[in-house]
């Protein structure tokens, strides 16, 4: 991971081999040099978020990147993560090994070096451990340049910037790994490692174990599959006696669909299905890296889904964790199952909140498309404060309703409720089910639009996002001040 340091002082103080500055548009800018006035008032160089110019023979750097930030007042941080990617990415391509941003003063230091932090590690995220003859040029350090006055808290940005980075690298990871490497045992090995590096302790049940805890949703989407389902706990115990925060995760590695089987066309995007779990697992880095005084849970319900001669069929009841039981219309619904057993579970913990996060339906990317994550749940409070923090996080979270009416379209014929409520409104009969399990303040993301994407964005590169690691991290932080 490239290293962000944060220095202060003027611009032309800074020696890099690239320095990269933001200009909004329309405005001239100052200080830089004739070129750089040239370049603007010529027009060719209008200061639209994502456009670049690079200037050669300034005296500022060697190289000066002028990025667009776009118009002035419509300054925000999300902005900011963008262009800081794209400086980091121009760096990278002319094979630098270093490179400097000047933050704007628009917000607080803290603010925008966390942001400017963020949006470079996640900008030059790549996904090649299995490409032979991957690119091998990283940069090495990414500078940013605040004020001499406010340097202690650019200090202080970019640790934190690059500790909830490092919790959403590692959900890409996880997500963006096939399903014949990121087995539930995988994730289970990876949870374990973020527990040793964090001193957080870790319990994993096995085939046996989940029989033994009465987890039936789990065993029975995992009975056909030959690498076997895990469920993974993971507790942070730093908030002294106060109520957790637990968070839960869907980790389907594989879903084919089971004997309701999926089409084929697109089906390899279905390893993403367990991107809720790595979210879950990178906020926890995150979590720990930080080490926020809190008491945090973490529940990863992992395995795959599978048709096979013991699989699961459409018609069979299930006796779930909580004590309900199901009626399966479908063996592709398999999510909801998995979800409604971590949710009882988590009672134990008598948690102050529950947030759940699942590509779970999808209906779901329909109705809002790549831009928004659905975000339900029981508690208004709580549903404010994780839309809050996703718009915060850059990773928006859009309300949706749960109306009883969602439920009634879940009564089971032959059992208290079915597994689907049929085509229309699916994200939200999905939520309808989950609510059933939820017997505490609870919110649900459903991701299926969010966690990876099929073309490259400013900070995200196809594949998986990492959505909603940063989010998560952002109600941590809220909850932990
Ligand atoms: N994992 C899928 C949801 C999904 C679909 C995520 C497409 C990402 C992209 C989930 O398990 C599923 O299959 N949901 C069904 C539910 C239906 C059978 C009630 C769906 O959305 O079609
Ligand atoms: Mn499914
Ligand atoms: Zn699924």
């Given at each position: 991971m490239v290293l962000i340091g944060a220095t202060g002082g003027a611009v032309e103080n800074v020696s890099a081999e690239l320095l990269a500055v933001g200009l909004y548009k329309g405005e001239a800018p100052e200080g830089l040099g004739d070129a750089a006035s040239e370049v603007v008032s010529s027009g060719d160089f209008a200061g639209k978020l994502g456009d670049t110019s690079l200037l050669y023979g300034q005296e500022q750097a060697p190289r000066l990147l002028l990025v667009g930030l776009g118009e002035r007042e419509s300054f925000d941080l999300e902005r900011l993560r963008r262009a800081s990617a794209t400086a980091a990415r121009r760096a990278r391509a002319l094979k630098l090994r270093e490179a400097a941003l000047a933050l704007p003063q628009e917000a607080e230091a803290r603010e925008t070096a966390r942001a400017a932090a963020e949006g470079a590690i996640l900008g030059l995220y790549r996904f090649d451990r299995h490409k032979s003859g991957a690119e091998s040029h990283e940069l090495e350090t990414f500078w940013l340049v605040s004020g001499e006055h406010d340097l202690e808290q650019a200090i202080e940005g970019t640790d934190v910037g690059q500790k909830v980075a490092s919790?959403?690298?590692?959900?890409?990871?996880?997500?963006n790994e096939p399903s014949n490497v990121a087995t539930p045992a995988y994730?289970?090995?990876?949870?374990?490692?973020?527990?040793q590096r964090h001193g957080m302790q870790v319990t994993v049940l096995d085939r046996a174990g989940l029989q033994e805890e009465g987890l039936?949703?789990?065993?029975?989407?995992?009975?056909?599959?030959?690498?076997?389902?895990?469920?993974?706990?993971?507790?942070?115990?730093?908030?002294?006696?106060?109520?957790?925060?637990v968070l839960v995760g869907k980790a389907v590695t594989f879903d084919s669909g089971g004997i309701s089987i999926k089409p084929s066309s697109g089906l390899e995007d279905m390893k993403f299905?367990?991107?809720?779990?790595?979210?879950?697992?990178?906020?926890?880095e995150a979590l720990g890296a930080l080490d926020l005084a809190l008491n945090v849970v973490a529940l990863v319900p992992a395995t795959e889904n599978l048709p096979g001669g013991d699989a699961y069929k459409p018609g069979d009841v299930l006796k779930l964790h909580s004590g309900k039981t199901v009626e399966i219309v479908t063996t592709d619904a398999e999510g909801r199952l998995i979800l409604a057993d971590a949710l009882s579970y988590a009672r134990r913990y008598e948690p102050a909140a529950v947030i759940d996060c699942a590509t779970l339906t999808g209906a779901c990317h329909v109705a809002l498309g790549d831009h928004a994550s659905g975000l339900m749940g029981n508690d208004e409070g709580l549903i404010s404060e994780v839309r809050a923090a996703g718009e915060a996080a850059g990773e928006r979270a859009w309300h949706l309703p749960l109306f009883e009416e969602y439920t009634?379209?879940?009564?089971?014929?032959?059992?208290?409720i079915k597994n689907s409520g049929g085509r229309y409104g699916g994200a939200l009969t999905a939520g309808a089910f989950l609510k059933e399990f939820a017997d505490y303040p609870w919110a649900h993301l459903d991701i299926a639009g969010t966690a990876y994407g099929k073309k490259d964005n400013a900070y995200t590169p196809k594949g998986a996002t990492g959505v909603p690691t940063r989010l998560l991290v952002e109600f941590l932080l809220g909850r932990a001040s």
């Open positions: 919790g959403a690298v590692l959900a890409r990871d996880l997500a994730l289970a090995e990876k949870a374990r490692e973020v527990c039936t949703g789990l065993s029975t989407v995992g009975r056909s599959a030959s690498n076997e389902p895990r469920f993974i706990v993971l507790e942070h115990r730093k908030g002294g006696d106060a109520a957790p925060i299905d367990m991107s809720g779990g790595a979210a879950v697992l990178g906020a926890m009634e379209q879940i009564k089971g014929d032959v059992a208290d």
